[in-house]
């Protein structure tokens, strides 16, 4: 903790806080104390107790994924809080878990937003890696009915998954992309020069144009 302490950066923690993530520590040198430790399932469980952000992010970083029970996963998808510390929980652990399947399915319908956000993430997942099984009518169903009204976390959480399909599904394609021009959601996104924009039908139209090396 004490090392922590010393990596943080005034100037890191404005640009963090502006996202919602209340520390300070610049995640590169956070990546390198995290290579030092290597794999330390021990110190990952001490390290998430104490309720600092920054600790939080190296537990996920030297965490064992696969030693955590499904109890575990979603008691602690519920303590996240900063949305950096959920972005890689979801990603970097409960993506390599044996639950994750289970923990989608129960986490889409949790009525926590944040907590349903992550189970729109482990779904986008799923549509790019593991489709088989899935309804793409009735995930589709849902986002046009929802994705409007949904809070922050969650609506960028569908919006993805949205695109994904739209992307990944070219029988589903042009419906993905009729329910994102009709809903606008994040159509005025503002996005960086060079960066694709989040609006779904701008998204998915230059995601395929990519692909087919147009």
């Known amino acids: 903790m004490g090392e922590l302490a010393a990596l943080e950066d005034p100037k890191a923690r404005a640009v963090n806080e502006k996202h919602g993530d209340d520390h300070g520590v610049n995640l590169g040198k956070l990546r390198a104390v995290a290579k030092r430790l290597k794999t330390q399932q021990d110190l990952a469980c001490r390290l998430w107790a104490t309720d600092d952000t920054a600790a939080r992010l190296l537990a996920l970083l030297i965490c064992r994924p696969r030693s955590f029970e499904r109890a575990d996963l979603d008691a602690i998808v519920r303590q996240a809080g900063a949305p950096k510390v959920h972005d890689w929980l979801v990603n ?15 986490w889409l319908a949790d009525p926590d937003p944040v907590v349903a956000s992550a189970g729109w993430a482990l779904t986008t997942e799923r549509v790019a890696k593991e489709p088989t099984g899935l309804d793409f009518p ?3 169903a849902v986002i046009e009915a929802q994705l409007k009204d949904a ?32 809903l606008e959601v994040l159509k005025d996104y503002p996005t960086a020069p060079g960066c694709t924009s989040p609006f779904a039908p701008v998204w998915i139209t230059e995601m395929v144009r990519r692909r087919q090396g147009a």
Not at 93 to 98: A, E, F, R
Not at 163 to 181: S, V
Request: glycine share 6%.
């Open 138 to 140: 009735g995930l589709l």
């Open 151 to 182: 809070p922050d976390r969650l609506q960028w959480a569908m919006n993805h998954c949205l695109a994904q399909i739209g992307i990944e599904r070219p029988e589903h394609r042009d419906r993905a992309l009729a329910i994102g021009e009709r």
């Open 92 to 106: 970097y652990v409960v993506k390599k878990s044996p639950h994750r399947e289970e923990l989608r399915v129960a």
